[in-house]
C-alpha cells in the first residue's frame, strides 16, 4: 500500500513524518538526506503507518521540505508525453530517441516555495512532472520491467521543471535554462510504492493551474517512453543512488508553443540562426501564458480512485 512520507521543518527541528487525515507522525530516526531515507527510512514509515495517526501533528503547523535533498542527481526526460510532442511541433512516429537533460541539484526547492523569475528571463514557463525516486542503487546494465519496477523505483513525487525559454532554446542551454535556483519545486510528499501499487501509476492524473485557470491535465499513461524502458536505458549509462530524482517530461499544454502553419515553419528554415531567435523572442513576448510574477501556480498528481495521492504543491512567482 502506497504510503506519503513528508520531509519538514518544526521549531528549527528537521525530520520525516507519515502523512495522514490531514495530519504527519514524525519518524524517530534521523534521515539527513532523501538517499539517506531511502535507504534506512522506509521500513520505520511503513511501522508508523500501519501503527496508526495517534500523535499527529497537523500538517499547516509545519513547514514542508523538499521531500529530495538537494544532494541527489537530477535528471529528466524531454518531450516525453504524445501532447507536448505535437504541441513542440514534433511527428510523434518520427520520435527515435528518448530524450535525457541534467537539472543542477541547486535548483530542488521545496514544494511550496516562491519561484524567482531572474531579471533577465521574460519567457518563464511551467512543465508539471512525474517525478520518480530511486529506491535501490544502479551501477550497471539492469532490465526494468513493469513487473519489478518497485524494486528500482521507491517512491513517487510531484515536480515542475520550471523553464526559461529565452534561455534554453535560442542559447541550446537545457541545462542553463532549467537550472536557475528555485527552479525545481518538488512536493509536498514522497509517495511510498510497492510492486501491488504499480498497476496505478499510469491512471495518475497530471494537472496544473495557472491563477485558478487549467493549463496541463493529462494521465501518465500518455508518456512516450515508459519508466521501465527507459530505467533499462539509463542504467546502461550512468550510475544511480538512492535518493536520486528521474522527472519523466511534462503533458501538453505549457505556455510554449511551436508554429503551427507550415509555410512558418519552412519559413524559418530560410532565416540566419540568431535572426530566427531574435523573432523568436518577441513574438512569444506576447503570449500570456507565460509565466508573470504575482501568478499563482498549483500542480497536483494522484489517481480518481486515492489509490495514489502525491499532493499538490503551490508556487508563487517572484521578480528576482
Not at 6 to 19: D, M, R, S
Not at 198 to 214: C, M
Not at 275 to 280: A, C, G, R, S
Amino acid at each position: 500500500m502506497a504510503i506519503n512520507v513528508a520531509h519538514y521543518e518544526l521549531n528549527g527541528n528537521i525530520g520525516w513524518g507519515v502523512v495522514a487525515d490531514g495530519g504527519l507522525t514524525p519518524l524517530v530516526g534521523s534521515y539527513e538526506t532523501t538517499g539517506d531515507f531511502m535507504r534506512d527510512g522506509r521500513g520505520e514509515a511503513r511501522t508508523v503507518a500501519a501503527a496508526g495517526t495517534e500523535n499527529n501533528i497537523p500538517l499547516d503547523h509545519v513547514t514542508l521540505l523538499s521531500p529530495v535533498t538537494q544532494n541527489q542527481q537530477y535528471v529528466c526526460q524531454g518531450t516525453n508525453y504524445v501532447s507536448h510532442l505535437v504541441e513542440s511541433g514534433i511527428d510523434p512516429e518520427q520520435q527515435t530517441f528518448n530524450m535525457i537533460f541534467r537539472k543542477a541539484s541547486s535548483c530542488i526547492a521545496p514544494p511550496n516555495t516562491d519561484v524567482v523569475r531572474p531579471a533577465h528571463v521574460s519567457l518563464l514557463d511551467y512543465e508539471l512532472e512525474l517525478g520518480l525516486v530511486f529506491g535501490k542503487k544502479i551501477d550497471g546494465p539492469v532490465k526494468v520491467t513493469w513487473e519489478n519496477l518497485a524494486d528500482y523505483v521507491g517512491a513517487l513525487v510531484v515536480n515542475n521543471d520550471i523553464s526559461a525559454r529565452d534561455v534554453q532554446l535560442p542559447q541550446w542551454q537545457f541545462y542553463k535554462g532549467k537550472s536557475y535556483r528555485t527552479f525545481g519545486p518538488t512536493g509536498p510528499w514522497l509517495t511510498l510504492i510497492d510492486q501491488d501499487d504499480v498497476k496505478h501509476i499510469a491512471k495518475l492524473r497530471l494537472q496544473l493551474f495557472v491563477n485558478n485557470k487549467g493549463r496541463q491535465d493529462a494521465l501518465a499513461d500518455d508518456l512516450f517512453f515508459q519508466p521501465p524502458e527507459t530505467l533499462t536505458e539509463l542504467s546502461g549509462v550512468q550510475d544511480f543512488s538512492e535518493g536520486d530524482l528521474l522527472a519523466t517530461g511534462t503533458p501538453g499544454g505549457v505556455a510554449m508553443q511551436a508554429p503551427k502553419s507550415k509555410l512558418l515553419m519552412f519559413i524559418s528554415k530560410l532565416i540566419p540562426e540568431a535572426k530566427k531567435w531574435e523573432i523568436f523572442i518577441k513574438r512569444s513576448q506576447s503570449n500570456p501564458s507565460f509565466l508573470q510574477p504575482g501568478d499563482v501556480i498549483q500542480s497536483r498528481i494522484a489517481t480518481e480512485d486515492g489509490a495514489l495521492d502525491l499532493g499538490t504543491q503551490t508556487n508563487k512567482i517572484v521578480q528576482g
